[in-house]
Structure formats: C-alpha cells, structure tokens
C-alpha cells in the first residue's frame, strides 16, 4: 500500500517536516523501499535515517517504542488520503493496492 508523492508532500508541508524528513517520508511511503533503501537512495547512513524518522514520529506525534511507529505512521496516512479523497474513495483504495 503505497500513496502518492504529490499527497505525501502537502502533507510533509502541513507537518513542517524539513526537506530531508519529507525525502524520508516519500521513500518510504510511496515507493516501497526498506529502510536500508532508503539510506542509499538518499546518501545518508541508516543512523542518520533514525534520527530523520525520530523526528518525523514527533511531528506526527506517534509514540511507542520498537517497530510499532512505521506501521502506525502508514496507517495514519492512509486514513487521511482516504479522508482527503473520499468523493474518489474507489479510485484511492485501488492507488493504494496497486
């Protein structure tokens, strides 16, 4: 499930993340890629990428402690493009299949 660029910005921008957090946040919500992907698309190292997505967690105000912060982040996302798009909900639930 993976949502598109264009929503993820607006809602980085809302957010106030800083440029390098809504890079992270579009590697890792629209195309899919792990962690360690990620570090490489974006030429930074996996302990830089922590520090990016710890800040991207509090703007987000997803707490917790492990692995239960990316599959909450998703899930918030995906409830919000719904939301922003509910007119087009069909259209969005097959984007976030496909």
């Known amino acids: ?3 598109p660029p264009e929503f993820l910005t607006r ?3 809302d957010k106030k993340l800083s440029p390098k957090e ?3 946040l579009i590697e890792l919500f629209s195309r899919g890629k ?3 992907q990620v570090a490489e698309a974006l030429h ?3 302990s830089s990428l922590t520090t990016h997505l710890t800040g991207i967690y509090k703007k987000f105000r997803i707490s917790g402690s492990g692995p239960v912060k990316a599959p ?8 919000t493009y719904l939301q922003s798009n509910s007119s ?11």
């Open 1 to 3: 499930m993976w949502l």
């Open 11 to 13: 809602i980085a921008y």
């Open 22 to 24: 809504e890079d992270v």
């Open 34 to 36: 792990s962690r360690i």
């Open 44 to 46: 930074i190292s996996e």
């Open 72 to 79: 909450r982040l998703q899930e918030y996302l995906i409830n």
């Open 88 to 98: 087009n909900s069909s259209v969005s639930e097959r984007t976030l299949r496909d």
